[in-house]
C-alpha cells in the first residue's frame, strides 16, 4: 500500500476513532489531546521513491511496534489493516496513566498487546523482531537516547522516527534567562551534538531533555546501527530553537537497521 493511500485511510479511522471517544466519554481523564494519527501526512512528505511501499505483507511480518503509544491510535489504526500491533508506553509519564488505551482496547475488542514499559530504564521487548516501529516525538523525552537508540536497532529492521531539532542554542539573546551557559545566540545546526534543556527551559516540562541538531540527530542514528532512508525537517526550519513554541522544529526520518 503506498503511503499516500495509507495516509487518506488513517484520515477515516480517525473520524471513526474520535467517533468513538466522544461516545465513551470518559470522566475521570481526558484524552491525549496530540492526535498520532496526524503523523501519516507527514510521512506522505518524507518517504520517496521505493520507500513509499513500506508496509510488509502482514501474513509474513513480525508485529509492529507504537513506541509512546498515547491513546493507542496509531496501533489500532494498523490492527485495522490486518497487523499485530504491540502499543509500548508507562503509565507514569502517559497522559492519562494509559487508562485511555485501555478503554478503548475494551471498547473496540482490539487484540493489540498493550506493554507498559520505562524506556529510561534498562527494558527489553516481548518479540525477537520487530518489522516496523514508530517512534515518533519521543526521543527528546528520554534521557538516555544513545542506549534506546541502540536497542530498537537490534530488535527492528525499519522505524520511522521523529524529534524536535533546534538550529541556534537560544531563541534571543537578549530575552536569555540562562546566560550563564548561552551568552551568546549561537548557530550550531552543523555542529553533531545535542543541546541538554533546563528543567524550565521548554515548556515548563522537565521531561524534556536532548534537543539535537540536525547533524547530531544524523550522527547518533548512524553511531547505534541505523541507515537513514529519507529525512525532512518541518515547522521552523530557518531559526529553531530548544525553548520556544515559536522555535519547534522536527526532524522525521525513515530508517533501516544494520543488524539484519
Not at 140 to 158: D, G, I, M, Q, T
Not at 192 to 199: C, K, N, S, T
Amino acid at each position: 500500500m503506498d503511503i499516500a493511500e495509507l495516509a487518506t485511510r488513517s484520515k477515516d479511522f480517525l473520524r471513526t476513532l474520535d467517533e468513538r471517544k466522544r461516545t465513551l466519554a470518559p470522566t475521570g481523564f481526558g484524552w491525549y489531546p496530540y492526535g498520532t494519527m496526524h503523523n501519516f501526512p507527514i510521512l506522505d512528505q518524507l518517504l520517496s521513491g521505493d520507500n513509499r511501499v513500506f508496509l510488509p505483507d502482514p501474513a509474513r511480518s513480525g508485529p509492529i511496534a507504537d513506541i509512546g503509544a498515547a491513546d493507542g491510535d496509531t496501533a489500532f489504526f494498523l490492527e485495522s489493516l490486518g497487523y499485530r500491533a504491540h502499543a509500548i508506553d508507562y503509565a507514569p509519564t502517559n497522559y492519562n496513566s494509559c487508562r485511555g488505551i485501555r478503554l478503548l482496547k475494551e471498547s473496540l475488542g482490539s487484540s493489540v498487546e498493550i506493554l507498559e514499559t520505562d524506556l529510561d530504564s534498562q527494558f527489553s521487548l516481548p518479540a525477537q523482531e520487530y518489522s516496523l516501529a514508530f517512534f515518533l516525538g519521543i526521543l527528546y523525552h528520554l534521557k538516555n537516547p544513545y542506549f534506546v537508540l541502540e536497542s530498537l536497532a537490534r530488535r527492528v529492521r525499519h522505524a520511522f522516527i521523529s524529534t524536535r531539532i533546534a538550529r541556534y542554542n537560544i531563541a534571543d539573546a537578549s530575552d536569555n534567562r540562562y546566560r550563564g551557559t548561552n551568552r551568546e545566540r549561537v548557530e550550531i545546526a552543523s555542529i553533531p551534538a545535542a543541546y541538554l534543556v533546563a528543567p524550565d527551559e521548554t515548556n515548563n516540562d522537565a521531561t524534556n531533555f536532548w534537543m539535537f541538531t540536525d547533524a547530531g540527530l544524523r550522527r547518533i542514528l548512524q553511531r547505534t546501527g541505523w541507515d537513514v532512508l529519507d529525512f525532512v525537517t518541518i515547522g521552523n526550519t530557518e531559526s529553531s530553537d530548544p525553548a520556544t513554541n515559536t522555535g519547534d522544529e522536527r526532524a522525521f526520518c525513515y530508517v533501516r537497521s544494520r543488524h539484519f
